[in-house]
């Protein structure tokens, strides 16, 4: 099995989200690949991906037609995404992807958390490249033999494909994400979720004190609702 997918699974099991958060985030996205390509699914791309999330994710089909709906009204505000890169305490690399309708406000409480838990704020770049930027796809492989698959997939930019749990996992770089949807579905084969992930390229091990201290900052910029994901270098 491939790193991304050892480590992504890791993080997975510690991740503390909650449904909640997971629904509010996923809306968010709605809005945004609404205004970006429309209500359509069928034409939208993006809108298709991140209502397959959602099913994966168990949101009700009410919540998804209520976001879709919410953000085809002029009034709905526009969210913005922005990438935020920093250092948190003991010099662990932080990246912390927003959604945002107000960026004054969201740098003015990422900087605080920073500042409050013994972090800094970066500049643009200045974490960014210590992480591999990677979209990933779960599939449901209906019975199709996963090394012929593999050896399809590389063509279209895959890099790492792994059997988990009766589905199939597959990682490539981040520019291969619209090659590998199209792929798929022209292929009939059913997409159970797809995203994307940063994966640092070191990672740095910490005491169970140093980590409190970590977590500490981690769940303040968490709790913000602007937040949509947060990546460390932390092991």
């Given amino acids: 099995m491939g790193r991304a997918f050892e480590f992504r699974k890791e993080r997975k ?7 909640s958060k997971t629904f509010t985030r996923l809306g968010k996205e709605i809005v945004i690949a609404v205004k970006e390509g429309g209500p359509e699914p069928e034409a939208n791309s993006k809108l298709r991906a991140v209502i397959q999330n959602c099913k994966a994710a168990n949101m009700p089909k009410e919540n998804v037609e209520r976001a879709i709906k919410r953000a085809t009204d002029k009034d709905t505000a526009n969210y913005k995404e922005v990438l935020f890169e920093g250092y948190g305490p003991h010099g662990i690399a932080v990246l912390i992807e927003t959604a945002t ?3 004054n406000r969201t740098v003015a409480n990422i900087r605080s958390y920073f500042n409050k838990c013994g972090g800094s704020l970066g500049t643009q770049g200045s974490v960014e490249f210590m992480f591999d930027h990677i979209c990933t796809f779960t599939i449901n492989a209906g019975g199709r033999d996963v090394e012929e698959l593999e050896l399809e997939l590389i063509d279209y930019g895959a890099e790492d ?6 589905n199939v996992e597959v990682d490539a770089p981040f520019e291969s994400y619209g090659q590998l949807q199209k792929y798929f579905e022209d292929n009939e084969i059913e997409i159970i979720s797809s995203g994307f992930d940063r994966i640092p390229q070191t990672t740095k091990k910490l005491s169970e004190q140093e980590q409190a201290e970590l977590d500490v900052l981690l769940e303040k910029i968490e709790e913000d609702d602007d937040v949509q994901n947060i990546y460390t270098s932390a092991e």
């Fill in 13 to 19: 099991m510690k991740r503390w989200a909650s449904m």
């Fill in 101 to 103: 309708d107000n960026n």
């Fill in 161 to 166: 494909i792994t059997e988990d749990e009766g």
